[in-house]
T-cell receptor, first 113, second 112 residues
């Protein structure tokens, strides 16, 4: 079975500053990786995904993530955040053997002016 | 219109009551899932269904049951609600060869 660890539960950041959200996973097999965002009082929305190919993945709203197989990590970054990026972010993994996802505990990003 | 809808959006119920949460989708997906979200715990899988005749328990199925009435409908029931089932519940779908899931807006359930 796979598991996901999001290393920061809360990340406060000033507007226009960069942000990095850390995600590590454990799995005995190859995985697919995802980042989802949950805006207040809404469901989860896919930000980006890694299935294969280039280890640098670009998503919506200026976010990108890098898959590092040797470090079993999939960290999410944005070079300049906006107030509207205030949300909870979830890292998720699938071990490719079935169509289930395992989620991390989430990271709450609060962007201040 | 939303592709994945959940009803009700909010519900307050008393301990011991039976309650049903409903999920409908217009995405044409075969696979449907129920999760609960608790602060600091992320999303945990309750039940999932890969087609109408396939129902599987997730990691936290105790105290819950489900029904897949049609490809587009997947309901979650709490036979006798208890306070620690107070949570935000999400339905999700996926289809074809893709692994990504599409989420409904959630149902906030409070058991008093």
């Amino acid at each position: 079975a796979q598991s996901v660890t999001q290393l920061d539960s809360q990340v406060p950041v000033f507007e226009e500053a960069p942000v990095e959200l850390r995600c590590n996973y454990s799995s005995s097999v190859s995985v697919y990786l995802f980042w989802y965002v949950q805006y207040p009082n809404q469901g989860l929305q896919l930000l980006l995904k890694y299935l294969s190919g280039s280890t640098l993945v670009k998503g919506i709203n200026g976010f990108e993530a890098e898959f590092n197989k040797s470090q079993t990590s999939f960290h999410l970054r944005k070079p300049s955040v906006h107030i509207s990026d205030t949300a909870e972010y979830f890292c998720a993994v699938s071990d490719r053997r079935d169509y289930k996802l395992s989620f991390g505990a989430g990271t709450t990003v609060t962007v201040r002016a | 219109d939303a592709d994945v809808t959940q009803t009700p959006r909010n519900r307050i119920t008393k301990t011991g009551k039976r309650i049903m949460l409903e999920c409908s989708q217009t995405k044409g997906h075969d696979r449907m899932y129920w999760y609960r979200q608790d602060p600091g715990l992320g999303l945990r899988l309750i039940y999932y269904s890969f087609d109408v005749k396939d129902i599987n328990k997730g990691e936290i199925s105790d105290g819950y049951s489900v029904s897949r009435q049609a490809q587009a409908k997947f309901s979650l029931s709490l036979e006798s609600a208890i306070p620690n089932q107070t949570a935000l519940y999400f339905c999700a779908t996926s289809g074809g060869v893709t692994y990504e899931q599409y989420f409904g807006p959630g149902t906030r359930l409070t058991v008093t």
